[in-house]
């Protein structure tokens, strides 16, 4: 591997640790899933990479496909919804499940 090449996965690889790598957040309503591609150093490289992925998940027949390029830091790169949590998205985006609550007192 080039040092050039060496330097970059470096300097990602800080920004993933500091939530600052540019990732390709893709979610489906059918499945009903969140995926999480990169990390990236750049959003342009991001958006770069972001056809391909789209690509692979039309041929697999997803559907209700939305996305975007984000700064993030996902604990997980592929979040399953329950179908019914997918159901009509308002803004075009699968609903989060709501976090647990805890009991106060």
Known sequence: MRLKDSLR??????LERVG???????????????YY?????TREEAAVAQP?????????QA??????????????LTIEYPPEVASAPANGHAPR?????LPLG
């Open 9 to 14: 996965e470096l300097f990602t690889s800080v």
């Open 20 to 34: 600052l790598a540019w990732w390709v957040r893709i979610r489906t309503t059918r499945p009903a899933c969140e």
């Open 37 to 41: 591609f990169g990390p990236f150093a």
């Open 52 to 60: 391909g992925y789209l690509e692979d998940l039309l041929g697999e």
């Open 63 to 76: 559907e209700g496909i939305t996305w975007e390029i984000c700064q993030a830091r996902p604990q997980v």
């Open 97 to 101: 499940p709501q976090e647990p609550q």
